[in-house]
């Protein structure tokens, strides 16, 4: 292993993501405070999660994941179903985790979609519907989604 001199870098959401660094650089996003190491080549990098933001969600019909929504947790009020969209520009390494909470009563469907042209395993969502189920996503490159 060499010791050589670590290059920072910080910038907002949007300069991070369109920007690839040298090998070992690491950068501060400075709208979520995520870390982004640098591979040389990947645009936005590789994000390092030292975080874990989570969202509580009590409404139905569509709902949007914010690049910060690292675990969702949906119970909502009044039972329906609800769809949660993926962030439509994530960044390599992306993580998003969503929790089942609804127990009692008619169990409706929990969808999770993927943002226009992305894919999560090969399909455009996925769907829950059991008490306490849970379901976590990686986005990988290429407009593709992984369940972890």
């Not at 640098?38 to 030292?50: F, H």
């Not at 993927?114 to 996925?126: H, L, Y």
């Amino acid at each position: 292993m060499s010791h050589t001199q670590v290059q920072w870098g910080r910038g907002s959401t949007s300069e991070v993501a369109a920007y690839a660094g040298p090998v070992g650089e690491v950068v501060l996003n400075t709208d979520d405070w995520s870390l982004q190491a640098q591979d040389g080549s990947t645009t936005g990098g590789w994000v390092i999660r030292p975080r874990l933001n989570p969202r509580i969600v009590t409404g139905t019909g569509s709902q949007i994941v914010g690049s910060t929504d690292d675990v969702i947790a949906w119970s909502p009020t009044t039972p329906s179903a609800v769809t949660f969209t993926l962030p439509a520009s994530p960044r390599i390494g992306e993580t998003h985790a969503f929790k089942y909470l609804l127990t009692s009563g008619t169990l409706y469907t929990m969808t999770v979609a993927a943002g226009a042209g992305q894919t999560i395993d090969g399909q455009p969502s996925v769907t829950m519907n059991t008490a306490y189920q849970s379901l976590e996503l990686v986005y990988i490159g290429a407009n593709l989604w992984v369940v972890k």
